[in-house]
Structures are given as C-alpha cells and as structure tokens.
C-alpha cells in the first residue's frame, strides 16, 4: 500500500522542540520533490518546508532558522526537526509527495502534491 504516515506530534510550551516523522511505503521518497505543510484551525493549508529530490531545501519565512527538514533514504523516511517553537507553528501537519511529472518542487500548496499523510497535530503553549 502507498502511504504516507506522520507521527511526532503533541504539545510543547514556547521555546521548545518537537521532531516529526513521515514514514513513506509503498514508494522510495528519495527520489521525489517532498514536502511538510501545516494548516492551522480557520487557516488554509502552508507550505513548511520542502526538499527536492537531490537534497535542496528550502522553508517558509516564518519557520526559517528554526526548522530543519532532513531525509533518512534507508528509512525510507523524512523528518521536521522544529526548534524554538512559537505558539503561532500551531497546528496540524502535513507531509505530502510531489509528483515528478510536473517537474518542479514548489513551496506552495497546489494540485500537483499529489500524495498526503493524515496529519498531525502540534500545539505550542505560550
């Protein structure tokens, strides 16, 4: 089965850390644009931070300096390591595989992310 599956999430106070997990089967990830999004409650959904398929990544204003996305190709699995989290990073997230007809591997939230995980839910207490 083809699957995206995150897990890491939970409940932090400012200034704290939490490390998301995106467990990929089915497809081998390394080989595609993949992304984290997040959405927050009353908000379209975000770019986070994405990687293409030689291992260029790129983030979003709001999380840059703080966030940093990493794959583990024998895992088969790709990560969101966030620091110094803020009450505004709440929300839940999203990891999401791009497909490689298009090419290209935008940080933006469009139809050619064609792959998406259930989620998870990250809260950050001030």
């Known amino acids: 089965q083809v699957q995206l599956v995150e897990s890491g999430g939970g409940s932090v106070q400012a200034g704290g850390s939490l490390k998301l997990t995106c467990q990929a089967s089915?497809?081998?990830?390394?080989?595609?644009?993949m992304g984290w999004f997040r959405q927050a409650p009353g908000k379209e959904r975000e770019g986070v931070a994405r990687v293409d398929a030689y291992g260029d990544a790129t983030y979003s204003e709001s999380v840059k300096g703080r966030f940093t996305i990493s794959r583990d190709h024998a895992k088969n699995t790709l990560y969101l390591q966030m620091d110094s989290l803020r009450p505004e990073d709440t929300a839940t997230y999203f990891c999401?595989?791009?497909?490689?007809?298009?090419?290209?591997?935008?940080?933006?939230?469009?139809?050619?992310?064609?792959?998406w995980g259930q989620g998870t839910q990250v809260a950050v207490s001030s």
């Open positions: 999401a595989r791009r497909s490689r007809l298009v090419g290209d591997c935008p940080l933006l939230v469009d139809s050619n992310w064609n792959m």
């Open positions: 089915g497809l081998t990830a390394s080989v595609y644009c």
